[in-house]
């Protein structure tokens, strides 16, 4: 089972901005696609990016295109996501996971997520 833990999320005002981190176990973690899912309260898991192993093809949710960036350093086995222009519709738990299939994730482990709230 791959460890993978989040950080940066925070409470921030409309407009504002954060950086989101997730540091994953494994000395083969350059060899998946990555991606963020998010849980808002009352409301299912979903999909919000997804990077492949190289970090030389993105793909986004329409909801977040234009403002959100997902990005990888592999040898720091970290994918990170930088949220600029943050919603009140943004709030939610963060979670990352490698793909398996498109942006369906690869494993049942999720991590503890970190929390994003932000205010109107």
């Known amino acids: 089972q791959v460890q993978l833990v989040e950080s940066g999320g925070g409470l921030v005002q409309a407009g504002g901005s954060l950086r989101l981190s997730c540091a994953a176990s494994?000395?083969?973690?350059?060899?998946?696609?990555m991606g963020w899912f998010r849980q808002a309260p009352g409301k299912e898991r979903e999909f919000v990016a997804a990077?492949?192993?190289?970090?030389?093809?993105?793909y986004y949710a329409d909801s977040v295109k234009g403002r959100f960036t997902i990005s990888r350093d592999n040898a720091k086995n970290t994918v990170y996501l930088q949220m600029n222009s943050l919603k009140p519709e943004d709030t939610a738990v963060y979670y990352c996971?490698?793909?398996?299939?498109?942006?369906?994730?690869?494993?049942?482990?999720w991590g503890q997520g970190t929390q994003v709230t932000v205010s109107s």
């Open positions: 494994g000395r083969t973690f350059s060899s998946y696609a």
């Open positions: 990077i492949n192993w190289s970090g030389g093809s993105t």
């Open positions: 996971n490698a793909l398996r299939s498109g942006v369906l994730p690869a494993s049942d482990y």
